[in-house]
């Protein structure tokens, strides 16, 4: 079993920042790509950056300049620094892990989701 447990969120006003971190744990062997998507309400989850175990990483075009995505594979954690935060970045964001466990198994994880509002 892996587990991936978010935290970091909470309640910023525009133009403020936050920084989201998310571990994981359990059987790994080792980590693939790792990532964010988020979800606001009513809208569908939507990708927001990458990062592969390399460190190369991708971002959404609404989110390039403002937000950073970055890893410490020893910690088996990403991490996304939110700046210059906007209302529309509102959302439960979720991390995601692809992993390989132990047993040699590969599949995806996701944490339980962290809240991030921003007000205006």
């Known amino acids: 079993q892996v587990q991936l447990v978010e935290s970091g969120g909470g309640l910023v006003q525009a133009g403020g920042s936050l920084r989201l971190s998310c571990a994981a744990s359990g059987s790994i062997y080792s980590i693939n790509h790792m990532g964010w998507y988020r979800q606001a309400p009513g809208k569908q989850r939507e990708l927001v950056a990458t990062i592969t175990s390399g460190g190369g990483t991708n971002y959404a075009d609404s989110v390039k300049g403002r937000f950073t995505i970055s890893r410490d594979n020893a910690k088996n954690t990403v991490y996304l620094q939110m700046n210059s935060l906007k209302p529309e970045d509102t959302a439960v964001y979720y991390c995601?892990?692809?992993?390989?466990?132990?047993?040699?198994?590969?599949?995806?994880?996701w944490g339980q989701g962290t809240q991030v509002t921003v007000s205006s």
């Open positions: 995601y892990g692809v992993i390989t466990e132990v047993i040699g198994r590969i599949q995806s994880w």
